[in-house]
């Protein structure tokens, strides 16, 4: 599966504690994203990133920020988790130049916020 | 930004019979179109995409075609089996970054 892993795979966390959801891949994309899953909304794009250090926010980028200090690892933050960040996040990756290649997506992390 | 709306939300089909998702977006500047199934519990796949220099693509018993004057695209699955029961989401892959706009998703289920 593309050589995309994501940890933890679940977590459940308290409000307002911070998390940490870590994206590592072994096939050296320079394209990176985070998307959340909910029921009725599809996947929604909260930050991206197109190389080392370079990131941007998508749809739903509020309440999240990530860094990326090498090419093999995305991280997304939550600050302070609130119950409205209970989804499925997803990573992907892609080789894109031109904003046409194919997007692999990583296993996913469950994370409910209690 | 933009948009994409997808229908329907729920599809049942007798194994067999034929299944069509349609969705539509905003951007006409918009350049790729996937297609992915999820199955429960999985993570998104890709199962067939477009570009916007063709109409139509064809992958056995998958298809999808483009109209970009509607704005308009779909997925055709012929002689559909229960194992292509699953979410099916559209996309519009944008002209920037690789970024994707999904559609709300389509519940399929296929009747044995």
């Known amino acids: 599966d593309a050589g995309i892993t994501q940890s933890p795979r679940h977590k459940v966390t308290e409000t307002g504690t911070p998390v940490t959801l870590r994206c590592h891949q072994t096939e050296n994309h320079r394209y990176m994203y985070w998307y959340r899953q909910d029921p009725g909304h599809g996947l929604r794009l909260i930050h991206y990133s197109y190389g080392v250090k370079d990131t941007d926010k998508g749809e739903v980028s509020d309440g999240y920020s990530v860094s990326r200090s090498k090419t093999e690892d995305f991280l997304l933050t939550l600050e302070s988790a609130t119950s409205s960040q209970t989804s499925v996040y997803f990573c992907?990756?892609?080789?894109?130049?031109?904003?046409?290649?194919?997007?692999?997506f990583g296993p996913g992390t469950r994370l409910t916020v209690l | 930004g933009e948009n994409v709306e997808q229908h329907p939300s729920t599809l049942s089909v007798q194994e067999g019979d034929s299944a069509v998702i349609k969705c539509t977006y905003s951007?006409?500047?918009?350049?790729?179109f996937p297609w992915y199934k999820q199955e429960l519990g999985k993570r998104p796949q890709l199962i067939i995409d477009i570009r916007s220099n063709v109409g139509e693509k064809k992958d056995q018993r998958i298809a999808v075609t483009l109209n970009k004057t509607a704005k308009h695209f779909s997925l055709h699955i012929t002689e559909t089996q229960p194992e292509d029961s699953a979410v099916y989401f559209c996309?519009?892959?944008?002209?920037?970054?690789?970024?994707?706009?999904f559609g709300q998703g389509t519940i399929l289920t296929v009747h044995p």
């Open positions: 951007d006409s500047a918009s350049n790729y």
């Open positions: 996309a519009d892959g944008g002209t920037s970054y690789g970024k994707l706009t």
């Open positions: 992907a990756i892609s080789d894109s130049t031109g904003g046409t290649d194919t997007q692999y």
